[in-house]
């Protein structure tokens, strides 16, 4: 089983709900990872956080919102999307962030988004 | 920046026979190859990985193969099982600074009993 928790597993909102994803890892990670996975395609990087940080933002549209609260937690705050955000979102952990990084990173079940 | 293509995007095989799924990057910074297996409404396992220091590396039915020259590697599952049957995605990395995956395409890989 993974380590790395999701929810909700299942979202259904419409363009004008604000709702949150929530992500939580107690393996002392130090660098988390939101990822959008549309079907049958590959995850898509959207947000690094190392050391609790914000590192990495692949150009994400404002309507994405992260957060990272503590350590073992990571937030995705969701607000006015549109239907093409419809989407697998996934968080992942990796044990180390930033330069001494060693490149695993261990994804979770996913959060399955679907926006009306 | 650096782009992995994988090949086959689908895969069929008789149950117990061997598959193959082929990678190839081109940044030759890239020093850590993981391979992941997503099965239908969960998130991706990491199911084996190789530095650029080992040219292969085994788990009891799975193996990649790297070759760092020709710049291309790959995933050898032997004795398919169904339960084998699943999306496998290749990746490279340069982990510099804040670590990016940039992944293959994905090979859907179906094993028929």
């Known amino acids: 089983d993974t380590e790395v928790t999701q929810t909700p597993k299942h979202l259904v909102m419409g363009m004008t709900n604000k709702k949150s994803l929530k992500c939580e890892q107690h393996?002392?990670?130090?660098?988390m990872y939101w990822y959008k996975q549309k079907a049958k395609k590959p995850p898509e990087l959207m947000f690094v956080?190392?050391?609790?940080?914000?590192?990495i933002n692949e150009s994400v549209p404002s309507r994405f919102s992260p957060e990272c609260p503590n350590s073992s937690l990571l937030n995705l705050h969701l607000h006015a999307l549109q239907p093409e955000d419809s989407a697998l979102y996934l968080c992942?952990?990796?044990?180390?962030?930033?330069?001494?990084?060693?490149?695993?990173?261990?994804f979770g079940e996913g959060s399955r988004l679907t926006v009306l | 920046g650096e782009n992995v293509e994988q090949h086959p995007s689908t895969l069929s095989v008789q149950e117990g026979d061997s598959a193959v799924i082929k990678c190839t990057y081109s940044?030759?910074?890239?020093?850590?190859f993981p391979w992941y297996k997503q099965e239908l409404g969960k998130g991706p396992q990491l199911i084996i990985d190789?530095?650029?220091?080992?040219g292969e590396k085994k788990d009891q039915r799975i193996a990649v193969t790297l070759n760092k020259t020709a710049k291309h590697f790959s995933l050898h599952i032997t004795e398919t099982q169904p339960e084998d049957s699943a999306v496998y995605f290749c990746a490279a990395s340069t982990p510099t600074g804040a670590n990016n995956l940039f992944f293959g395409t994905g090979t859907r890989l179906t094993v028929i009993p």
């Open positions: 992942a952990s990796s044990p180390f962030g930033g330069l001494t990084n060693t490149g695993e990173l261990f």
């Open positions: 393996m002392g990670h130090r660098a």
């Open positions: 940044d030759s910074a890239s020093n850590y």
């Open positions: 190789i530095r650029s220091n080992v």
């Open positions: 956080y190392s050391y609790e940080k914000l590192s």
